[in-house]
């Protein structure tokens, strides 16, 4: 049953000190017992296959709950877009940039698929998250260097 602005007010806990409580479009409204009462959190949630993913909106009164609403559609409508895998839009990319405008494009694909596709290839482009990406090159850069070490 779709939430109101009465209930979302009224609802409690009950003896638990979190629960979740269903809206429409993936939209719930957590509460959360604490020492300054009960807390209401819009979140949106989303199941992809097997991994659970969730997005924090913002806490309600802050967020009324139609602004919550419209921002789970717009998450919702958003997800349902098709992505590629990293993969699939690096094999693009090497294709129709890489290898039409550079000179010697070996190098440039080389590391694509030494540094990146080993670690990032089976991700949707939109779950690749930078910090991610950072830790990716950081890797590659030291390995590069134990290797770089090694041979002098």
Not at 18 to 33: C, F, P
Not at 81 to 108: G, I, K, N, S
Request: glycine share 6%.
């Amino acid at each position: 049953m779709p939430l109101t602005d009465t209930r979302v007010q009224t609802l409690t806990t009950g003896t638990r000190n979190e629960r979740l409580v269903a809206d429409i479009n993936g939209l719930y409204l957590r509460l959360r017992k604490g020492r300054s009462g009960i807390s209401r959190t819009w979140q949106f949630r989303r199941r992809d296959g097997s991994k659970l993913s969730v997005v924090t909106l913002d806490t309600y009164p802050k967020m009324s709950l139609k602004e919550a609403r419209l921002r789970a559609a717009e998450l919702t409508a958003r997800h349902d877009l098709p992505c590629p895998t990293v993969t699939e839009a690096a094999e693009q990319w090497l294709a129709e940039r890489v290898h039409t405008t550079l000179r010697r494009p070996a190098a440039v694909e080389g590391y694509i698929r030494r540094a990146v596709l080993p670690v990032l290839g089976s991700h949707r482009l939109r779950d690749v998250a930078p910090a991610e990406i950072g830790k990716m090159v950081r890797d590659y850069r030291d390995e590069a260097g134990k290797v770089s070490r090694a041979k002098t």
